[in-house]
């Protein structure tokens, strides 16, 4: 199990990034959460086999049609055993 700490940049808010980036997740088996930073980013934590986290990343760079990733910033953290993959509401920040 691995865990990642990921930052999305770009035109990434008003595109159904957090929910296509659930749906993905949940296809691959990856766990964890996403929500939209304030500053226009998606601040996603993703947990899962490791050839699922590469799958997982390779989507994210590219997002959901009508997305624009310029930058994904992505560090590997410590594991906090989600047991599913969730969309995190504005306001419920860390």
């Not at 997002?63 to 906090?80: D, I, L, Y």
Request: avoid cysteine.
């Amino acid at each position: 199990m691995k865990h990642l700490d990921i930052t999305v940049k770009g035109k990434v808010q008003g595109v159904q990034f957090r929910a296509s980036a659930k749906a993905v997740a949940d296809q691959l088996g990856v766990r964890g959460t996403v929500r939209n930073d304030p500053n226009g980013d998606v601040i996603m934590e993703a947990e899962g086999e490791p050839t699922m986290l590469d799958l997982f990343l390779d989507w994210v760079n590219e997002g959901p049609q009508g997305a624009q990733v310029t930058t994904v910033e992505s560090s590997e953290g410590e594991s906090k055993n989600y047991r599913n993959f969730e969309v995190l509401k504005r306001g419920l920040f860390k």
